[in-house]
């Protein structure tokens, strides 16, 4: 396998074991794995970083296990650093920006790690991969798949949303519905998965992930012109975006691309809030809820395999975890939407609601700059913001 020159392998983050660059979880004790770089054969710097044509995440290749010509890519990444001084006023706070990764190729910031991961597969020589999701992370495999020649194979609950579910079939994934619920859809995967040489995708169940999603930091950082805000709020169900951004800002910071790693929040749906429920007990790991219940599909997960890692995370930047109603979720889509002309899905929008709940519990003095990441287009699930306004009579 052909890696950057940094790239020295994967380590685990439960018991230390450092393992070549194909395992999926820890072959020594099931943990998760992490992607491990020696820093020091890093020659970048930011100014290098203006030359380079290439505006995805593959621009930070240095940083990535694969170099950009051995990449399947779609271009995934480069989305936009949105200013929106409407929402900043309504928070009263100075400034905050939306990261809209609605904007990548299937419509989500799953794309990130779906390509990473599927490029890592590629390398190894698979000829499958699968995993159980929700709805949305099953669509960008599934379209990363196809790109790379790699079968895919998703597990889904029937309660996904008809895009995701259509879609990971018009992009070639052998999809099956099993069950209501994620937890049915991770017995039936694997069940299924059982004697079969399919290379797992699902969130920590590679480490490209959460690897993948780091560039969201990175990116937050260059359009900062190489500042770190002062909180990044992010809507999370099994938390691969809370641990991928707070790595990416912690290797900015061991490299001096940025002085400091932002305080993180975790976004959560009142319904289903393990990790925010964990940070308020200050556990150290989330219990599983009984019986889940919102409208936020995407991110309910009852059960975060990684879920002690995501609160070590939180921990470590000075952030925490904010759950907010499914009615105050939607209403904050509807308000972005018709203030500033951004399109959050339900999911999504637990983060801008979850903003919301933060200012109003006095989390911030006001003068900070705060960046609310948008994970999902609207178009995923429209049909539900759209009822939503219709049950108002508007």
């Known amino acids: ?5 940094a790239f020295s392998g994967l380590a685990c983050l439960d018991c230390g074991e450092e393992v070549g660059p194909e395992a999926g979880r820890c072959p020594a004790c099931g943990g998760v794995l992490d992607p491990r770089y020696d820093y020091d054969a890093i020659g970048v710097e930011p100014a290098a970083l203006d030359s380079r044509r290439t505006n995805g995440q593959w621009r930070y290749e240095d940083l990535l296990p694969l170099p950009r010509e051995r990449a399947v890519t779609a271009d995934e990444g480069g989305t936009p650093l949105v200013d929106c001084g409407k929402l900043a006023d309504e928070l009263g706070i100075e400034r905050v920006f939306v990261k809209d990764e609605g904007r990548n190729p299937s419509g989500s910031i799953a794309d990130r790690g779906a390509y990473l991961g599927a490029s890592m597969a590629r390398e190894a020589g698979v000829e499958a991969v699968g995993l159980a999701s929700t709805g949305t992370d099953g669509q960008a495999v599934a379209a990363a798949a196809g790109r790379a020649d790699l079968a895919a194979n998703v597990f889904v609950p029937a309660r996904s949303g008809f895009t995701a579910k259509a879609m990971t079939n018009v992009h070639g994934g052998e999809m099956t519905v099993a069950g209501g619920r994620i937890r049915e859809a991770e017995e039936a995967y694997a069940d ?7 290379y797992p995708m699902g969130a920590f169940e590679t480490p490209y992930r959460h690897e993948g999603v780091k560039t969201v930091a990175y990116e937050i950082a260059e359009s900062l012109e190489w500042e770190s805000p002062d909180a990044v709020v992010v809507p999370t169900g099994d938390g691969a975006g809370v641990v991928g951004i707070e790595k990416g800002f912690r290797e900015l910071v061991d490299l001096d691309f940025v002085d400091r790693v932002p305080s993180i929040y975790a976004a ?3 319904g289903c809030a393990p990790i925010a429920e964990a940070v308020a007990t200050g556990a150290d790991k989330p219990e599983p809820v009984e019986h889940p219940d919102t409208i936020c599909g995407d991110i309910e997960i009852p059960d975060p395999t990684a879920g002690a890692h995501v609160i070590d995370a939180l921990s470590r930047s000075g952030g925490g975890g904010v759950a907010t109603d499914d009615e105050e979720i ?4 509807i308000a972005v939407a018709k203030g500033e002309g951004l399109e959050f899905s339900p999911s999504a929008a637990s983060a801008a609601s979850g903003a919301w709940e933060l200012a109003e519990q006095g989390t911030w003095d006001g003068d900070e700059t705060v960046v609310i990441v948008n994970t999902a287009s609207a178009n995923k699930e429209a049909d539900v913001l759209r009822s939503h306004l219709m049950g108002k009579g508007i």
Do not use: I
């Open 192 to 198: 299924a998965s059982e004697g079969e040489e399919w």
């Open 268 to 270: 959560q749906a009142s």
């Open 1 to 5: 396998m052909e890696t950057t020159e």
């Open 330 to 333: 939607l209403e904050a889509a």
